[in-house]
């Protein structure tokens, strides 16, 4: 069972030890400047991805002032434990979280690189929907947590991708 806690003094060097694959370096920042950009965020989550007791990947969330929704800035999973359904799981349990949270805000939103198709594939199996090309390149996709699709209880897919910032490129999973 995958669960969420919050980077702190005593994780965050394993997770700055995570890693993606070459390929996915374009997409997603380190960890450890999206740590350094949290502390510059308020409202912002920096959180581990645990499997058991090891970390296993990084999620960075919160609501972005600019629009008043959720924004998925980072979502990775380390490269050996990647292709094992740990993003899809961790994204819906990042979505459970936010949809009972406060403050509440209509939907959850990500940004990705448009070459990244991992990350395309993984955001609409969960209900994820195209919103369009964001001015800084990425494609931007909602999910609306007042209404959760079925998605959500759909067998976990085996496709899996990264996202990232509002403007950056991220890999992921």
């Known amino acids: 069972m995958l669960r969420l806690k919050r980077i702190n003094k005593n994780n965050w060097e394993d997770c700055v030890a995570l ?7 374009k997409f997603i920042a380190a960890n450890l ?7 510059f965020l308020p409202g912002f989550k920096a ?6 007791q090891e970390m296993i990947g990084f999620a960075l969330y919160g609501i972005d002032p600019d629009d008043g929704n959720y924004w998925l800035y980072r979502l990775m999973i ?3 434990q990647q292709r094992q359904g740990h993003a899809r799981i961790a994204l819906q349990e990042i979505i459970k979280t936010l949809a009972k949270g406060t403050p509440a805000a209509p939907k959850l939103m990500v ?6 198709l991992a990350a395309h594939r993984l955001y609409e199996s969960v209900g994820f929907r195209a919103e369009g ?12 947590l007042a209404s959760p699709p079925l998605a ?6 085996a496709q899996q991708g990264l996202s990232r910032s509002k403007n950056v490129d991220f890999p992921g999973v």
Do not use: C, M
């Open 47 to 52: 959180t581990g991805i645990y499997l058991k």
């Open 78 to 80: 380390d490269k050996a």
């Open 33 to 39: 400047y999206s740590i350094a950009e949290a502390q």
């Open 152 to 157: 959500l209880e759909r067998p976990r897919s």
């Open 133 to 144: 090309l964001a001015p800084w390149g990425e494609k931007i996709a909602g999910f609306h």
């Open 19 to 25: 890693r993606v694959s070459r390929e996915q370096k």
């Open 111 to 116: 940004g990705y690189h448009v070459d990244n």
